[in-house]
């Protein structure tokens, strides 16, 4: 999917998205709050959450003490219900992000990589890399599939059906080394040594 065309479809879906985050940052909270002293940083340290949509993940980190900041391409997923209460910027990995190299305690992104085509995931990869001072983050898709997703999924026409095959020789290929965990049924956290 062409960049225009993928900002496009986030800026007409982006309502149906805030629907959910109170529901999103319950789940996230829970997950973080279990599993973050795997990650390798303290509350206080600065987080960037790239592609944070409505804000649901970047909220949550800073619900959980960290100086979170997001970034997404589209405008409006950002004008979510917590708009004004976290620092979300406007950006675009395509274009390389605005920050110096090690910028960030941690780099993260929550359901972003699997909706990537191949070529942009490995420019969020990059891009996470150079900006991180420490780990990289992706909360995303496991290898179980279930019918709601797979449609949800096709209908936004992202890579998820590719990325689930994946996954883990990519992060193979660009990170030093990663750890999967599997925090719930459907979802892992990709943890990522630069």
């Known amino acids: ?3 225009k065309r993928h900002e496009r479809l986030f800026e007409i879906i982006a309502f149906a998205y805030r629907w ?3 529901g999103q940052v319950r789940y ?3 997950v973080i709050e279990k599993n973050k002293d795997l990650l390798g940083v303290e509350p206080g340290d ?3 959450d790239i592609g944070c949509g409505t804000g649901a993940f970047t909220y949550s980190l800073a619900r959980c003490g960290f100086q979170a900041t997001g970034i997404d391409v589209s405008g409006r997923m950002m004008r979510g219900p917590k708009a004004g ?7 675009n990995i395509r274009d390389s992000l605005p920050f110096p190299d090690n910028s960030f305690d941690l780099v993260t992104a929550a359901y972003v990589a699997h909706g ?24 995303d898709y496991n290898h179980r599939r279930r019918l709601i997703t797979d449609i949800a999924e096709w209908l ?19 990170f030093d080394h990663y750890q999967v965990v599997q925090v719930s049924r459907w979802n892992a956290w990709y943890i990522c040594e630069p």
């Not at 936004?156 to 992060?171: A, K, P, Q, T």
């Open 116 to 139: 990537l085509n191949p070529s942009v995931r490995y420019q969020l990869y990059r891009e996470a890399s150079r900006i991180s001072r420490g780990k990289v983050l992706l909360h």
């Open 85 to 91: 209460t976290i620092r979300c910027l406007r950006g």
């Open 1 to 3: 999917m062409s960049s």
């Open 20 to 22: 959910f985050f109170h």
């Open 28 to 30: 996230y909270r829970s």
């Open 156 to 174: 936004e026409r992202g890579d998820y059906f590719n990325f689930i095959r994946v996954v883990r020789n990519e992060l193979y290929e660009f």
């Open 46 to 48: 600065e987080v960037l």
